[in-house]
C-alpha cells in the first residue's frame, strides 16, 4: 500500500441520501433480508432463477433480457442502461412456469473474485450470473439506521467478458478551509471506467443521487474508527461526470467526527446488470515527499479539475 501523501486540495464528494432510487444501482434488487438463497440458470443461459425464503415465505425471482451494459457516453443518451427483466411470480406470469418447473441447474464458477457474492454460476454460452448480498443503504457517517436501511440487499448480475476496471488509492488530503488539522487528514480516490470509458451518470438530485440510469454510486466504511467499532458507513458519493473519477476527504461533518482509520473498503455498484466491485485497503501511514509528488502526478494524470 502506499507510503506517502500527496498535497492536494480534495473537494467534498456529493453526499447521497441513505437509501437510492433503484434505476442508480448495478443488477438487480431481487430481495432482502434473504435467507437459503438458491440461483439456477437455464440450459441456454438466457434466464436465471432465484429462490430464497424470508421470514418463513418462500421467494422466487424469473431474471432475463439483459447483459453487461452501456458505456457513458459523453452526452446524455435518449437509451436507458441496461436492466433485467423481472418475474416476482418465479416465471409463472411471464412464461407459465409453475414452482418446480424450471429448468436449469448452476454449473461451477470459474469468473473473477467477487466480494459479497452467495452464489454465482457459469452459463453454457459462457456468460455469469451472480448473487450478492450486502447492507447497501446503511445511513452515512454510522448514524443508527431505521429497520429499512439494515437490511441485507439481494442483487442479481448478469455479464460476459471483462468487468469494469475500479482503480482506488490513498493518501493525505490538505485544506486550509478546515479545521482543526487540515493537513492531516486521509484523502481516498480513483476512477472507475468499463471497456476503457469513464463510468458516470448525468445529474443528481438535492440528496446527490443519481438522477439517471448510468450514475453510480459508491459506498465507503471505515474500520474501527471514531464512528465505532467494525466496520461502519462514512460516506457515499456518484463518480464525476465525464471522468468517472472520485476523490474524498475523511473531514470531520457537523456534529459527527471523522472516520479516519487504519482501513477503509469502498463498494462500487456496477454498471447495467453488471456486479458490484470492491476494493479494500490501508492509507498511507508516514510522508515522502518524492512519494507524495507521484501520488499528484498521477491523480492529476485523471484530468479531474475537481480533485486535485
Same mark, same amino acid.
Given at each position: 500500500?502506499p507510503?506517502?501523501?500527496?498535497?492536494v486540495?480534495?473537494?467534498?464528494?456529493?453526499?447521497?441520501?441513505?437509501?437510492?432510487?433503484?434505476? /442508480? %444501482?448495478?443488477?438487480?434488487?431481487?430481495?432482502?433480508?434473504?435467507?437459503?438463497?438458491?440461483?439456477?440458470?437455464?440450459?441456454?443461459?438466457?434466464?436465471?432463477?432465484?429462490?430464497?425464503?424470508?421470514?418463513?415465505?418462500?421467494?422466487?425471482?424469473?431474471?432475463?433480457?439483459?447483459?453487461?451494459?452501456?458505456?457513458?457516453?459523453?452526452?446524455?443518451?435518449?437509451?436507458?442502461?441496461? /436492466?433485467?427483466?423481472?418475474?416476482?411470480?418465479?416465471?409463472?406470469?411471464?412464461?407459465?412456469?409453475?414452482?418446480?418447473? !424450471?429448468?436449469? #441447474?448452476?454449473?461451477?464458477?470459474?469468473?473473477?473474485?467477487?466480494?459479497?457474492?452467495?452464489?454465482?454460476?457459469?452459463?453454457?454460452?459462457?456468460?455469469?450470473?451472480?448473487?450478492? %448480498?450486502?447492507?447497501r443503504?446503511?445511513p452515512?457517517? +454510522?448514524?443508527?439506521?431505521?429497520?429499512?436501511?439494515?437490511?441485507?440487499?439481494?442483487?442479481?448480475?448478469?455479464?460476459? =467478458?471483462? @468487468?469494469?476496471?475500479?482503480?482506488?488509492?490513498?493518501?493525505?488530503?490538505?485544506?486550509?478551509g478546515?479545521?482543526?488539522?487540515?493537513t492531516?487528514?486521509?484523502?481516498?480516490?480513483?476512477?472507475?471506467?468499463?471497456?476503457?470509458?469513464?463510468?458516470?451518470?448525468?445529474?443528481? %438530485?438535492?440528496? =446527490? /443521487?443519481?438522477?439517471?440510469?448510468?450514475?453510480?454510486v459508491?459506498?465507503?466504511?471505515?474500520?474501527?474508527?471514531? @464512528?465505532?467499532?467494525?466496520?461502519?458507513?462514512?460516506?457515499?458519493?456518484?463518480?464525476?461526470?465525464?471522468?468517472?473519477?472520485?476523490c474524498?476527504? !475523511?473531514?470531520?461533518? #457537523?456534529?459527527?467526527? %471523522?472516520?479516519?482509520?487504519?482501513?477503509?473498503?469502498?463498494?462500487?455498484?456496477?454498471?447495467?446488470?453488471?456486479?458490484?466491485?470492491y476494493?479494500?485497503? +490501508?492509507?498511507?501511514?508516514?510522508?515522502?515527499?518524492?512519494?507524495?509528488?507521484?501520488?499528484?502526478?498521477?491523480?492529476?494524470?485523471?484530468?479531474?479539475?475537481?480533485?486535485?
Amino acid at each position: 500500500m502506499p507510503r506517502g501523501l500527496f498535497k492536494v486540495s480534495v473537494l467534498l464528494a456529493l453526499l447521497v441520501a441513505a437509501s437510492l432510487p433503484a434505476g /442508480a %444501482n448495478a443488477g438487480e434488487l431481487v430481495g432482502r433480508n434473504a435467507n437459503n438463497i438458491k440461483l439456477q440458470v437455464s440450459p441456454d443461459g438466457k434466464k436465471a432463477l432465484v429462490t430464497y425464503s424470508q421470514r418463513g415465505a418462500v421467494h422466487r425471482t424469473l431474471a432475463w433480457g439483459a447483459v453487461n451494459a452501456i458505456e457513458s457516453p459523453a452526452t446524455k443518451p435518449a437509451r436507458e442502461q441496461v /436492466a433485467l427483466k423481472l418475474d416476482y411470480s418465479g416465471g409463472y406470469k411471464s412464461f407459465k412456469i409453475k414452482a418446480g418447473q !424450471f429448468k436449469g #441447474g448452476c454449473t461451477k464458477y470459474d469468473g473473477p473474485t467477487l466480494h459479497w457474492v452467495v452464489a454465482a454460476c457459469k452459463a453454457s454460452d459462457g456468460s455469469y450470473w451472480a448473487l450478492q %448480498n450486502w447492507q447497501r443503504a446503511l445511513p452515512n457517517y +454510522a448514524v443508527a439506521p431505521s429497520l429499512f436501511q439494515s437490511q441485507y440487499e439481494l442483487w442479481l448480475s448478469h455479464w460476459k =467478458g471483462a @468487468l469494469p476496471v475500479f482503480e482506488v488509492d490513498t493518501g493525505w488530503s490538505k485544506n486550509p478551509g478546515r479545521a482543526p488539522d487540515p493537513t492531516k487528514v486521509h484523502s481516498i480516490w480513483g476512477r472507475f471506467t468499463y471497456l476503457g470509458k469513464p463510468v458516470f451518470g448525468y445529474g443528481v %438530485n438535492g440528496q =446527490g /443521487a443519481p438522477t439517471d440510469s448510468y450514475g453510480r454510486v459508491l459506498y465507503v466504511d471505515t474500520l474501527n474508527s471514531k @464512528l465505532g467499532t467494525g466496520w461502519r458507513r462514512e460516506n457515499s458519493f456518484v463518480t464525476h461526470k465525464p471522468y468517472g473519477t472520485f476523490c474524498y476527504g !475523511f473531514y470531520k461533518h #457537523g456534529s459527527h467526527p %471523522n472516520g479516519m482509520s487504519t482501513r477503509y473498503r469502498i463498494t462500487a455498484m456496477g454498471p447495467g446488470v453488471l456486479p458490484d466491485l470492491y476494493w479494500e485497503g +490501508a492509507p498511507p501511514s508516514t510522508y515522502d515527499k518524492d512519494f507524495d509528488a507521484a501520488q499528484l502526478l498521477k491523480l492529476s494524470g485523471f484530468g479531474d479539475p475537481g480533485c486535485g
